[in-house]
Each structure stands twice: as structure tokens, then as C-alpha cells.
């Protein structure tokens, strides 16, 4: 064992993503001890480039007849924007399960990839498959994503509802405010209007709840609104919802020009 992977064994993931992003000759698969637990932490950490190069080739090679190892190295490599090695990979992986089902996020990620190849149809009917079997929230909302991409409202309207249904997503707004988006952009605009109160009334919820409110989602959510409640005649009521966009994250400038034009307008 060379001195740079005696050292590399005791790295914390985090130091290695370090050494390999400095481009260090040492970066062999042979230096990850265990790359199925570097993998997932690496992944959960963001850190997917490092995954997809270092710990899934390293998993491939530790135990190269696991389905499962070709599955980590899929969706890391999927993630980085790799779509090569991860379509090899879930062919992979594929391969080997054989006759067996495959799992929820093997359907996951081909459904992924297919779309990236620009087979539609194909990627939503097997996003679809997935969420059946996992119950998922992370499924329902790649569901949603590609349905909408794809022209296929309803079906992404149904995903976003199943996402918010999940015990994750009762704890998100982004399935609801995706929903109420898309159906404002469909041209329901009541039923948009419904979808972004339901929206509001998420955030009061987890407020009330002790839970984690999104700054993100709450501005956009009552930015949206106001536009909306502008379209539908209700200016006072928009401005109200420009104001709580401003007041939650200051420097929001598009909550600040509407505010700027409603005052403009106004009689």
C-alpha cells in the first residue's frame, strides 16, 4: 500500500472530494474502503461528481455482480450529468437482476435517462411504475417534472397531488406551489388561486407545527399569488401578497417592482 492511500484510508469522504477535485494521481478505486457508505454520503452531501468518479467505480469493482452497486453508480453518474456511464450502468444492473423485479429506483433513474434520450412516453410510463412501487416523494415529484416538461398536465397534476399526500411532502410546499403553478399556467386561474391558498395555509401549518418553512417556496408562492390575484382584479389583495414576499426576504426584486408598478397605477 503506497503512503497516499494509507492516508486516504482514514479520510472523512469530504477530505477526499477535496483531494480528488486537486486532480491527485492517487485517485485509484483501490483507495475507498467502503465505497457503498462513501457513495450514499458523498450523494447525500452533494458531492456528486466525486460519487460518480470515485466510490461507484469503486463499489463496481469491489463487488462488480451486484445490482446494487451498478444501481449507486447510475444515479451518481445521472446526477453529475454523466448520462453515458449511468445508462451503461442500469444496463447493467439490469443484466443482472435478471428475471427479478427491479427495484423502485432502478425504474427511477431509467425513467430519468429516458427522457434524457428524448423517449417520452416511455420515461413517463416507467417514472410512473416507479412511484407505484416506492410510494416515494423524490419519485412523485421526478414524475411531476418530466409529465410537465412533456405536455402531460394531467398526469403531472396527479404526480404533484401524490408527492404532497407523502409524508415528506406534508412537510414541503413545493409539490402544492408546483401544482398551483402549473395549473395557472394551464389557464384555471381559480383553481391556481385554490392551489396557491393551499399553499399558504402549508407554510402557516408547519410554522404552527414547529417545522422547517422553505424561504424560497414562501416567496414565490406569495409572489405568484399576487400576480395572479393582480389578474383576476384584485389589486389590494395582490399587494398584500407582494408585501409578505418583501418582507420575508427584503431583497426580492420582483416582489419589489410589482409593488413599485401597483403604486404607479393606482388611481
Known sequence: MTAMNRVVRHLKPAAMVALLLAGGAWAQTEAVVNPEAELRELMDR???NAAAQ????????????????HLGLAQAAWLSGDLTTARTAVNEAF?????????AALL????????DEGQADAAIDTLQRAFDASGAYEHAMDLARVAWLNGRYDTALEAYADAAGTPAGQL????????????????????????????????????????TVDVAAFVEA????????????QPDAARDAYLTARRALPTYSPAISALDALRESAP
Do not use: C, I, K
Open 46 to 48: 452533494g458531492f456528486y
Open 54 to 69: 470515485l466510490a461507484g467505480p469503486a463499489w463496481v469493482a469491489e463487488d462488480p455482480t451486484n445490482p446494487e452497486a
Open 95 to 103: 443484466s443482472l437482476l435478471g428475471d427479478a423485479s427491479p427495484p
Open 108 to 115: 427511477n433513474v431509467h425513467g430519468l435517462l429516458l427522457n
Open 172 to 211: 414541503e410546499a413545493w409539490p402544492l406551489l408546483n401544482r398551483a403553478r402549473l395549473l395557472d399556467a394551464t389557464g384555471d386561474p381559480e383553481a391556481a388561486l385554490e392551489a396557491f391558498r393551499e399553499t399558504v395555509a402549508t407554510f402557516d401549518r408547519l410554522e404552527a407545527n414547529g417545522g
Open 222 to 233: 406569495h409572489y405568484r399569488m399576487g400576480q395572479l390575484l393582480e389578474r383576476l382584479g
